[in-house]
């Protein structure tokens, strides 16, 4: 099954430490040489660019190998999880460009045989029903150089404690009332070994499983197993697990055999900088209405990454680019930008808008003539055409490409200045006129009618050229600017503070009048990727009409922020 060619030395491979391990089971023939992984989501949330990182793992290696990825919800807390959720994990992962096949499975189709595991584990006196609180248990766990102190239940008889959780089940007990826990070790050096808990009591009806069941599994007691029921060889996950992995195979270990087991491997989360990766903040901020919802473009969601124009090409170079190590590590955003920058300089079509728009009336192009030039779409892909723009007497330019007393280097328009207007003509500010309270609402031009592409003028050369769209043909739009959501590079680390405080103020910028070329118009459908000439790449947000186009921008053409960043 494997692809990669056994002579090759293993450098030669470049595999990542995880292909690694993986290539070398699969060269050892354990598990009769199959390879299985799985992605175990949580329903709780919408993914965000951390679960991608894990994404592109588990799918990825079994890409690579030839061997099979599933999905599997982890369903075992039915307080926090909901079907909106599953719906969104599943969408987000095809856009990734990942597909589980039949492959979709969830924790809670295990619940009966964990159930039958835990009874199993009563009677063979390696586990008992506990009815202290939680605050009592915690307060016995010990430290790691203090052993724990045993419960006063643990010596509980097999009898006692299979009618005790049978009852749990039954729904007898209160929530909190009384817990289920592996009898190991309260001296154990390793806190999880501890007596664990293994089931709860909750009573909450469960997306999936509505009321059959009133204990639900913790996940220690849940994960290994399931991996094992479902046959899966290698299970890959983020290194706040590496404590757990004893644990882990302590349970697997029961049910598993010489010919098949389920190992767990780790490797380091992704963190960001300007975010945060945490679902319950993530909540937090949607359900106080500090963001516009799980895809709001400013979020770390794939969906509002989607929504904000992002490609999953990028996110996908991105994790390619921070790779997978042992360590972890906070991951600057300025690379995903850049991987971003990069895609859509690629895909985006090169059209015109103007943000800030100022009319510029050019007093000797005939009045009422129109003529159309030829813009490139994208002069990065080849093949990729042209479209027309219209061109008339009155156009608009951005207000700052204008100024009345510039300074020397100001290589715009400026009065007795001329200027390419892109793809058209060259122009030459002969006035202005201002309104009554002194601000300029309309630029005087002449055009050389001969400095358009093809005529004798054209190569004639002027230090700056303007986007600019014709004013009789512009459509009106709106834009909406986007910036870190957080003003602090690691709001994480900083647990002083709530990290709502540290949210940027000045995260979403609207801007209304925006003047966009026909074109722009005409083809806005959902997901099109634009480079809105000088300005930025932007895409049509799901609030676009065709009566009130809106527009995202996904990132601006450079990265000014950092440099600003570095004056301050
Ligand atoms: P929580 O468990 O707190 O609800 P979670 O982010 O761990 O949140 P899960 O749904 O359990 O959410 O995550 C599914 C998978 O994604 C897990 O295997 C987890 O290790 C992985 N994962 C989650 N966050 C990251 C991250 N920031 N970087 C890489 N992998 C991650
Ligand atoms: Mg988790």
């Keep these: 099954m494997a692809e990669i060619n056994e002579t090759e030395s293993t450098e030669k491979k470049g595999l990542n430490f995880v292909e690694q391990i993986v290539w070398d089971d699969l060269q050892a023939g354990k598990n009769g040489g199959r390879l299985n992984t799985r992605f175990p989501p949580e329903p709780n949330g919408y993914l965000h660019i951390g679960h991608a990182k ?19 919800f982890d369903d075992t807390n039915p307080v926090k999880e909901d079907v909106e959720y599953v ?49 009592e248990i915690a307060a016995q766990k010990g430290t790691p150089t203090v052993p724990g102190v045993e419960s006063p239940y643990r010596n509980r008889s097999v009898e006692e404690n299979l009618d005790l959780f049978q009852r749990m089940n039954a729904g007898e007990f209160d929530e909190g009332a009384r817990v289920l826990r592996a009898k190991i070790d309260m001296a154990s050096s390793n806190m999880h070994f501890r007596d664990p808990i293994m089931y709860r009591i909750i009573k909450h009806p469960h997306h ?22 479902e046959g899966v060889t290698h299970s890959i996950c983020t290194l706040e697990f590496v404590p757990h992995r004893p644990l882990y195979e302590y349970f697997v270990k029961e049910i598993a055999d010489d010919s098949y087991c389920p190992r767990q491997i780790e490797f380091n989360r992704l963190n960001l900088t300007y975010t ?23 979020m770390p969601t794939i969906s509002g990454m989607r929504r904000r124009g992002y490609t999953p090409e990028s996110i996908r170079r991105f994790i390619d680019t921070i790779g997978y190590t042992k360590y972890e590590a906070l991951n600057s955003v300025s690379l995903l ?10 895909k985006a079509t090169r059209v015109m808008a103007v943000l800030n728009p100022v009319k510029v009336v050019i007093t000797n192009y005939p009045e009422g003539q129109t003529e159309t030039v030829e813009m490139d779409n994208n002069p990065e892909e080849e093949g990729s055409g042209t479209h027309k723009m219209p061109f008339s007497r009155e156009i608009y330019i951005e207000r700052d490409d204008f100024m009345e007393n510039p300074p020397k280097k100001f290589f715009r328009l400026a009065p007795d200045s001329e200027v390419r207007l892109k793809g058209a003509y060259i122009i030459k500010c002969t006035g202005v006129h201002k309104d009554a309270d002194g601000n300029i609402d309309e630029i005087y031009c002449t055009y050389d009618p001969e400095s358009r592409s093809g ?53 979403l910028k609207v801007v209304k009048g925006v003047k ?5 118009a005409e083809n806005n459908e959902r997901g099109r990727k634009f480079q809105f000439q000088r300005i930025g790449y932007f895409t049509p947000d799901y609030d676009s009409t065709a009566e009130k186009p809106v527009f995202n921008r996904t990132i601006a053409l450079k990265d000014s922020w950092e440099k600003e960043q570095k004056k301050a």
């Design 516 to 520: 966009i070329e026909p074109f722009i």
């Design 276 to 298: 945060v990766m945490s679902k319950r903040k993530l909540l937090q901020l949607v359900k106080e209405g500090l963001v516009a919802g799980w895809d709001d473009p400013r």
């Design 337 to 346: 930008e850049h991987a971003v920058r990069d895609d859509l300089n690629k």
């Design 208 to 229: 999936r499983t509505g009321t059959t069941w009133k204990v639900y599994p913790m996940y220690d007691f849940a994960h290994g197993q399931s991996d094992f029921f």
């Design 87 to 135: 719906d969104s994990i599943r969408e987000d992962i095809h856009w990734l460009g990942f597909d589980w096949g039949n492959r979709e499975y969830y924790a809670s189709d295990y619940f009966p045989q964990l159930y039958d595991l835990a009874i199993r584990l009563i009677k063979e006196g390696k586990a008992y029903v506990d009815d202290q609180t939680s605050e």
């Design 54 to 72: 894990a994404i592109c793992m588990d799918f990825g290696v079994a890409e690579k190998f030839g061997g099979t990825c599933n999905l599997r």
């Design 455 to 507: 005529m004798p003028g054209a190569a004639r050369k002027v230090k700056g050229t303007l986007h600019w769209v014709s004013a009789e043909h512009a459509i009106d739009a709106e834009v909406r600017l986007y910036d870190r959501l957080f003003n602090v590079e690691n709001p994480a680390a900083e647990t002083e503070r709530d990290f709502r405080e540290m949210l940027n103020p000045d995260s």
